[in-house]
């Protein structure tokens, strides 16, 4: 048995390793694709254009336009002089979001009253402008502390100042600088482990067909537990060293900590490759030609990682949803490499997130084998 194991599988390899193109399929294309996540698939908000409409031009107005203008996620105010030149300039996609300033700005913020400034949010860019408007929120709460502060220079309301004086201290656990790009290349990861297993394997059985080799397995020694384990070991190799590349490329490059366990992790990637596997080799199962097999990869990658919390959180689906969500290996081992790599969690920690991906594995490799041994009977 370990002879003829042995032999399926280097004739597997081989397959795979003598074809150029599949090599550069292999090693060029993930490093193409992290670089490009990593820089393009960000959800930060930064270098945005912004229109004023400054009705009050005093000091305050000047002050809050100036500190807006030198935030670091701004790229470019443009002043407008009416509400019809504003509304054009979203219209057009000019600016993501404008400042409306009234006219009794700054001297209300004298006389000690509240002040507002109405921010007008193009709706088409919902998320983003969203954020944009939270950074706004921080510009004005750093103009108060400082118009708090100024308050306190005076003896007469120096003891009201101090205690309206706001003391915080900010701390991200975690990710200190909030840098969505390790947050994204730590999740690629696993994504392109996936999509990589998903695709090598998919294309197994139904490549066999397509050339027409498939007679020859019928008439080989070997079993259907055996072919599918010849079937399944390119696929898992694939994925795993796609993985350690993406990671190392996440460590190296764009400086994500590393604070768990390596074993955790690495034991977490191997029961996932596993699953996903298993995965493919249905899909190759049903596939009479490679060109089904890459299009069941494609439908059943998005839907994958859309409920797996890659790029929106987990918990934002309905409840059914997320019941079936529980299935998704990607959803699971998302979580063992999030905690081994930003929160430091040892293997004890992420094992509740591991059994389930054993349990996916040998559920989906048990049904490879009911599958091809009914294709092979």
């Known amino acids: 048995m370990w002879f003829r194991l042995r032999a399926a599988i280097i004739k597997e390899l081989l397959c795979y390793f003598r074809d150029p193109s599949t090599r550069r399929f292999l090693s060029v ?15 930060d908000v930064q270098n945005i254009d912004i229109a004023v409409l400054d009705e009050d031009v005093g000091r305050w107005s000047h002050e809050m336009v100036a500190r807006v203008d030198g935030a670091w996620f701004s790229d470019e105010i ?25 006219q009794d700005f ?60 706001p003391r915080v201290n900010l701390r991200h656990w975690f990710n200190t600088n909030l840098d969505f790009r390790q ?23 139904a490549r066999e067909r397509e050339t027409g080799t498939f007679d020859q397995l019928l008439v080989s020694p070997l079993t259907p537990i055996e072919i599918i384990i010849s079937k399944m ?43 996903v596997v298993g995965f493919g080799l ?14 069941g990869t494609f439908f059943s990658t998005i839907p994958f990682i859309i409920t797996s919390g890659f790029m929106t959180p987990y918990e934002n689906m309905p409840q059914w949803l997320q ?41 989906t490799f048990s049904l490879a084998v009911v599958v091809v041994r009914r294709k092979l009977a």
Request: proline letters at 4%; aromatic letters at 6%.
């Open 29 to 43: 294309v993930p490093i193409f694709q992290t670089m490009i996540f990593a820089f393009a698939a960000s959800m």
């Open 78 to 102: 443009l002043p407008v002089h009416n509400r019809e030149q504003l509304h054009a300039l979203i219209e057009q996609r000019r600016v993501i979001l404008g400042l409306h300033i009234g």
């Open 106 to 165: 700054s001297r209300r913020i004298a006389a000690g009253e509240p002040a507002q400034v109405q921010v007008i949010v193009d709706g088409r860019r919902a998320n983003g402008g969203q954020i944009a408007v939270s950074y706004l929120q921080q510009v004005a709460a750093e103009i108060s502390a400082d118009l708090v502060s100024t308050a306190a220079m005076t003896p007469e309301s120096a003891p009201i100042a101090s205690a309206m004086t």
């Open 183 to 205: 947050f994204m290349v730590v999740n690629l990861t696993a994504t392109m482990a996936m999509m990589m297993c998903l695709m090598v394997t998919g294309l197994s059985l």
């Open 233 to 275: 070991f390119p696929g898992l190799l694939a994925g795993f060293v796609v993985s350690l590349l993406v990671l190392l490329i996440a460590i190296t490059v764009f400086n994500a900590p590393f604070n768990g366990s390596v074993f955790a992790l690495l034991l977490g990637l191997l029961v996932f490759v596993l699953s």
């Open 282 to 295: 249905l899909i190759s199962a049903f596939s009479q030609t490679q060109q089904q097999a890459v299009l």
């Open 323 to 363: 019941t079936i969500a529980v299935i998704n290996p990607l959803k699971h081992y998302l979580m063992v490499v999030q905690g081994c790599i930003f929160r430091g969690q040892s293997l004890l920690q992420v094992l509740d997130n591991i059994w389930p991906l054993a349990v996916i594995g040998v559920v």
